[in-house]
């Protein structure tokens, strides 16, 4: 109604594009959970234990990274710093700010 009618949302892209986004996003978390695992299970195999126990660390680390990299990205953004307030006319913070 007016002015405060608001314009519509952005359309929607279609849905091969929401698809290849996901896609694209989830391939991200599980290659950096791949990689974490592979790293975790080279790490353990030099340090002596056996193939069977660094396979499963590898493991349980890809898992735990693959979903610690989607649950941080739910996380929102911290909001922007404010700038710090000034004695009006001049660059020199305000001395009631020192306290």
Do not use: E, I
Not at 57 to 84: D, H, K, S, W, Y
Request: aromatic content about 4%; charged content about 15%.
């Amino acid at each position: 109604m007016g002015r405060h009618a608001g314009r519509d949302a952005a359309p929607r892209p279609p849905w091969a594009r929401r698809l290849a986004d996901g896609a694209l996003r989830w391939a991200g978390h599980l290659v950096l959970g791949a990689l974490a695992g592979g790293v975790t299970s080279c790490a353990t195999l030099w340090a002596g234990t056996s193939a069977a126990s660094a396979r499963l660390t590898g493991l349980g680390t890809a898992a735990v990274v693959t979903a610690a990299a989607a649950l941080a990205r739910t996380v929102p953004a911290p909001p922007p710093a404010a700038a710090p307030r000034t004695t009006p006319g001049t660059h020199r913070p305000d001395p009631s700010d020192a306290a």
